[in-house]
């Protein structure tokens, strides 16, 4: 019961960065309800196809499908209030991150899989949904850039795996982990903290130069 409420805020999370995207984009009221349904539940297909739970969660109960619509409704009609919040794709995408990172994990490490990898499909769980919302409103997903953003999910999903592995409560977890993730995302943000970016090298680099040319 208690990793299933932190799925359903996850989801609510997720769809609200998803619709508030949309409302931007301006689309339609489908695309807002869908692209809203594609952010909250692209990340937990992936996770239950992964583990075995077929059909996944997503498609087998209307919840989900409930939460999509609701916020997609909110976005519509609330989206100045909304967008008063900085940032607020990003603030909700944070949040939906550290709830996903941690029921993602927790399902794998109940599905027989080790601490390491199911910390890493705890991962893949929370950026499937932002990645689904990107693609489909031609951005380059945020997981693609130099942000602090699968990084952050990784820490919050290490914290369920490695309280499992010392045989520590979900309860105790859980909300660290969550807490972790998302704040580690917004505090990125906020400060502009950035993975090491590769430079590209010039083309004139490594040709040798004329002697009297230098």
């Not at 976005?75 to 941690?102: K, M, T």
């Amino acid at each position: 019961m208690f990793l299933t409420l932190l799925d359903l805020v996850g989801s609510f999370a997720f769809a609200l960065s998803g619709g508030t995207r949309a409302v931007e984009r301006r689309l339609d009221p489908f695309g807002i309800v869908f692209l809203a349904f594609v952010a909250s539940t692209s990340g937990g297909i992936v996770r239950d196809l992964l583990i075995g739970t077929v059909p996944p969660m997503a498609i087998a109960t209307w919840h989900y499908a409930a939460i999509a619509c609701l916020a997609g409704v909110a976005c519509s009609l609330a989206y100045r209030p909304i967008a008063r919040l900085a940032a607020p794709v990003a603030v909700f995408d944070a949040i939906g991150l550290g709830f996903y990172a941690v029921v993602g994990t927790r399902k794998a490490l109940d599905a027989g899989l080790s601490p390491p990898i199911a910390a890493l499909l705890g991962m893949m769980s929370a950026i499937g949904g932002g990645i689904g919302r990107d693609i489909l409103t031609a951005q380059t997903p945020m997981v693609l850039r130099k942000e602090i953003y699968a990084v952050a999910a990784l820490a919050g999903a290490s914290v369920v795996a490695i309280g499992d592995a010392l045989g520590l409560p979900d309860t105790l977890t859980a909300p660290i982990g969550a807490l972790a993730a998302t704040t580690l995302r917004l505090v990125a943000m906020k400060y502009d903290w950035n993975l090491p970016q590769p430079q590209p090298r010039r083309p004139d680099e490594g040709i040798d130069q004329d002697p009297h040319e230098r």
